[in-house]
């Protein structure tokens, strides 16, 4: 007899995908109860210039920012908790990041020390984020990372000299924004390889045959 089994299919609330969709995040960012926002951004001029840009768009939709441009390219542990701070100096009530897959985990993980306290280190592993993040969308302007999408971040612990893997339901954006509009302004070889890290997730999603059993219990029993 064939043994049962359920599948777990987890996915941010909203999905938006299309030419010029990023424009709709103010109102997005209301129906959220929004009303100052922290956007996280890379640490580079682009980072920077992506994060003004969003920043202009709450602001015709009447709501307030603050920019963090503190994810490095391999988010660290520092870098978080400076953000939290600034999260809670600011009075933030919603996070948003854009760009790849650095400015949204340390988004994710800062959500993670803002709601649940303590250091983020304390959260390395499947299942220790009890209280959820605060409300996050998540700007995605490179192909590959599908941080945007995914219950995962991974952060650097700079005093180890590892990268943590930290794993929740809880952590999964609640709203995940795909512009084609946006990834045409990234350089093209960043293009090109994002595209390849994509495609290369998508054959390692069909070929697999590892069990990941402890994650998708967490997921079915969140």
């Known amino acids: 007899m064939t043994e ?25 960012a209301k129906d ?9 951004s890379g640490k580079s001029k682009h980072g920077e210039r992506l994060a003004l840009d969003i920043y202009k768009i709450l ?13 490095d390219p391999n988010p660290t542990d520092t870098s978080v908790m400076e953000g939290a701070d600034i999260y809670r100096k600011e009075d933030c009530n919603i996070i948003i990041a ?17 709601y649940n306290g303590g250091l983020i280190n304390d959260y ?18 490179t192909a590959g990372t599908a941080s945007e999408m995914t219950s995962f971040t991974i952060i650097t612990d700079t005093k180890r000299h590892i990268k943590m893997a ?24 960043l293009t090109a390889a994002t595209g390849m890290d994509a495609l290369t997730h998508a054959v390692e999603a ?9 994650q998708m219990q967490l997921l079915s029993n969140p």
């Open 98 to 114: 854009v760009g790849g897959g650095s400015p949204m985990d340390c988004a994710k993980a800062i959500g993670i020390v803002v």
């Open 59 to 71: 602001k015709d939709a009447g709501l307030e920012g603050t920019i963090f441009p503190g994810a």
């Open 4 to 28: 049962n089994k359920t599948y777990t299919y987890l996915n941010p609330k909203v999905a938006l995908m299309g030419a010029g969709c990023v424009k709709e995040i103010g109102k997005h």
């Open 124 to 141: 390395e592993g499947v299942g220790k984020v009890t209280k959820g993040i605060p409300p996050l969308i998540t700007v995605n302007t």
């Open 166 to 189: 930290i794993v929740d339901p809880r952590i999964t954006p609640y709203i995940a924004v795909n512009d084609p509009e946006l990834m045409v302004s990234m350089p093209p070889a």
């Open 32 to 40: 959220l109860g929004a009303t100052k926002a922290l956007i996280v």
């Open 206 to 214: 069909y070929v697999s045959t590892m069990p990941r059993l402890q």
